[in-house]
Nanobody, 116 residues
Framework: QVQLVESGGGLVQAGGSLRLSCAASKTIFRLNYMGWYRQAPGKQRELVAAITSDDSLNYADSVKGRFTISRGNAANTVYLQMNSLKPEDTAVYYC??????????WGQGTQVTVSS
């Protein structure tokens, strides 16, 4: 069973930045699809950003120009650089990954809170 471990969440003021990290363990094959979703209280989980098998980048409209997703130099790692954070970005952020272009495994989530 692939395990995804997130880190980097926390409390930040509006306009600030955070960098989320996700590392996969217990896998010897490349995770072609890696991404981040988020879920705010009372809302459905939504895609934030993802890297697909051909290294295409997908972003939610609400984060375009502010967030950047990238693969790490280490195998099966992914980062989410979040700049110009807004209170509406407050949510639990989940790392997700899969061998194909879809989510197969999920991390436990990391809380991001943006104060106004």
């Amino acid at each position: 069973q692939v395990q995804l471990v997130e880190s980097g969440g926390g409390l930040v003021q509006a306009g600030g930045s955070l960098r989320l990290s996700c590392a996969a363990s217990k896998t010897i094959f490349r995770l072609n699809y890696m991404g981040w979703y988020r879920q705010a209280p009372g809302k459905q989980r939504e895609l934030v950003a993802a890297i697909t098998s051909d290294d295409s980048l997908n972003y939610a409209d609400s984060v375009k120009g502010r967030f950047t997703i990238s693969r790490g130099n280490a195998a099966n790692t992914v980062y989410l650089q979040m700049n110009s954070l807004k209170p509406e970005d407050t949510a639990v952020y989940y790392c997700t990954a899969g061998p194909y272009d879809s989510s197969t495994w999920w991390g436990q989530g990391t809380q991001v809170t943006v104060s106004s």
